[in-house]
C-alpha cells in the first residue's frame, strides 16, 4: 500500500499538522518548494537532516538511440538533480 508523494500531499501534512486552512497550507507547500528550488539554483545542494542531500550535477553531451525508429541522436549536456538517502533514513527504511 504505498502514497504518491506530491505537492497535494506535503500540503494536507502541513494542514494537518498546523492546522491551517487547506488554501494557507497549499500556498505553504508552494514556498516550501519554491525554497528548496532556489537553494539548489544558488549552491547546487540541499540537505534534510535525517533524510538526505539533493544535489545538482552536470551531464555530458552525449549520443543515444530513440527506441521507436533505433536512429541515433544526440543529447545536450544539461543539469540533473541527484539524491543520496542519509544513513538513518537508510537505517529505518
Known amino acids: 500500500m504505498g502514497f504518491e508523494m506530491s505537492k497535494a500531499f506535503i500540503a494536507q501534512v502541513i494542514q494537518e499538522s498546523a492546522a491551517l486552512t487547506g ?3 497549499n500556498r505553504a507547500a508552494n514556498d516550501l518548494l519554491a ?3 532556489r537553494e539548489l539554483r544558488t549552491t547546487g545542494k540541499f540537505t534534510l537532516p535525517s ?3 539533493f544535489t ?3 551531464t555530458k553531451d552525449r549520443k543515444a538511440m530513440n527506441p521507436r525508429t533505433g536512429a541515433e541522436v544526440k543529447v545536450a ?4 538533480v541527484r539524491f543520496k538517502a542519509s544513513p538513518s533514513l537508510k537505517k529505518v527504511i
Open 23 to 25: 488554501v494557507a497550507a
Open 35 to 37: 525554497a528548496i528550488i
Open 51 to 53: 533524510f538526505g542531500t
Open 56 to 58: 545538482v550535477r552536470s
Open 77 to 80: 549536456a544539461g543539469k540533473t
